[in-house]
């Protein structure tokens, strides 16, 4: 009996206890991706919410996003405008315009097209509505609008007395530094243009003969394609292209553009041509000594745009004027009441409008007139070609008339 229960219990943990562990391995050690796709399909099986729901919050998000940037995204557009902007050398009667008495009229009606003002549009709003909450705020507590315990939001004027001084030396110092940049760059400039008008002219008188006349004429193309192709490296949104095909050759032209820097491919043309001419050994270290000017404009250009006013300091000029300006209303409200109001918008539109002419002149290359430059010096250079010959046939008309009326002794040929 005993022989015969014992294998009776053996069969029956055989068939029943496996199939249990069987379907729990099963369900435990089910692999992500199966998991996965159930979950996607009982998701998929249960009833999706309502779409009234999706479409009344995003849309909404969306609006309300969208209309507190329309006012940025526009006074951006409008100041990126205004630095594409060509600008134009002065004549005199760019500067007899410049200092007539009737400029101030003139700038004070022009003031809602200057995209220095409407770059500060954003700014100055926020700030003269924040005024206009607080002064809404103070008069409604003043009335008993508000329960008690809501106070007066109202402050001594003794810190902005004292950090006065220290907010101007701060908008001083910063547009000081922006206007030494823009100085920099105008005098990189100058001695990029003179540079190019020096080449130019001792190229037109050193080189003679008729074995070279195709590489000097190619050479003064190339001096006068340096200044342009500077100008589109240092400004952006520039057709480097089309400014220079009319200067260029196609093939020349495929070569520029496939480069990475285009001024320093320019001197390589400059310096190969250079190399072709037949001269003498000195006039060509002469010839080549006038490139150096050339690499420290863009030595100078590039230091310009690639390392601006510290950012630290830039950023403690914004939060300065951030913070003094917010808290502006609660310090004037005890002696101006309603009145914080345009003092707000006055003082805002002030100091702002300083902060960003120095921001504007810290990048210097948009406020030259570099289009004007570089046609100067075409104008220049196709000047100086087209009178070269009817200037060396005069002088050589002189000195043959003088040596006919001069005896081989010195004396007058009507003396004799």
Request: charged share 20%; aromatic share 8%.
């Amino acid at each position: 009996m005993a022989q015969s229960a014992k294998p009776t219990k053996l069969s029956l943990s055989s068939i029943i206890t496996p199939k249990p562990l069987l379907k729990f391995h099963q369900i435990r050690f089910l692999p992500t991706k199966s998991r996965a796709l159930c979950f996607r399909t009982l998701s998929s099986l249960s009833s999706p919410p309502p779409a009234s729901d999706q479409n009344t919050t995003n849309p909404q998000n969306l609006t309300l996003i969208s209309l507190l940037r329309s006012i940025p995204d526009w006074a951006d557009r409008n100041q990126e405008r205004g630095m594409r902007r060509n600008r134009s050398l002065y004549n005199h009667e760019n500067w007899v315009h410049h200092r007539s008495s009737l400029r101030h009229v003139r700038h004070l009606l022009s003031s809602l097209s200057s995209r220095v003002i409407l770059s500060l549009v954003p700014p100055v709003l926020v700030f003269t509505s924040v005024a206009v909450i607080i002064a809404g705020y103070n008069t409604a507590v003043e009335l008993e609008l508000l329960p008690e315990f809501f106070p007066v939001l109202r402050s001594s004027s003794l810190p902005y007395q004292l950090t006065a001084p220290a907010l101007a030396l701060l908008l001083v110092f910063r547009t000081e530094a922006s206007y030494s940049r823009f100085e920099e760059g105008r005098k990189a400039w100058t001695k990029v243009i003179a540079g190019a008008n020096d080449f130019a002219r001792q190229v037109i008188a050193g080189v003679e003969g008729s074995g070279d006349e195709l590489i000097k004429n190619l050479l003064l193309r190339y001096i006068m394609a340096f200044p342009v192709a500077l100008k589109c490296h240092v400004m952006y949104g520039s057709d480097i292209g089309r400014d220079l095909q009319h200067l260029l050759e196609l093939d020349d032209l495929e070569v520029v553009l496939s480069s990475k820097h285009r001024p320093c491919c320019i001197i390589q043309f400059i310096s190969q041509s250079l190399q072709l001419l037949k001269l003498e050994e000195s006039k060509k270290n002469i010839l080549e000594s006038k490139i150096s000017c050339f690499y420290e404009g863009i030595g100078v250009c590039e230091q310009l745009m690639g390392t601006p006013i510290p950012l630290s300091y830039t950023r403690l000029t914004s939060r300065f004027l951030v913070l003094w300006h917010l808290t502006l209303p609660i310090i004037l409200w005890d002696d101006c009441h309603w009145i914080v109001v345009p003092a707000t918008f006055i003082s805002a539109a002030s100091l702002f409008c300083i902060e960003e002419v120095g921001v504007l002149i810290e990048e210097p290359f948009p406020m030259l007139a570099l289009d004007e430059l570089c046609n100067l010096v075409q104008n220049n250079i196709k000047e100086a070609i087209a009178t070269e010959k009817a200037v060396r046939a005069r002088l050589n008309a002189k000195r043959k008339k003088h040596s006919c009326e001069h005896l081989p002794n010195g004396h007058p040929a009507n003396s004799v």
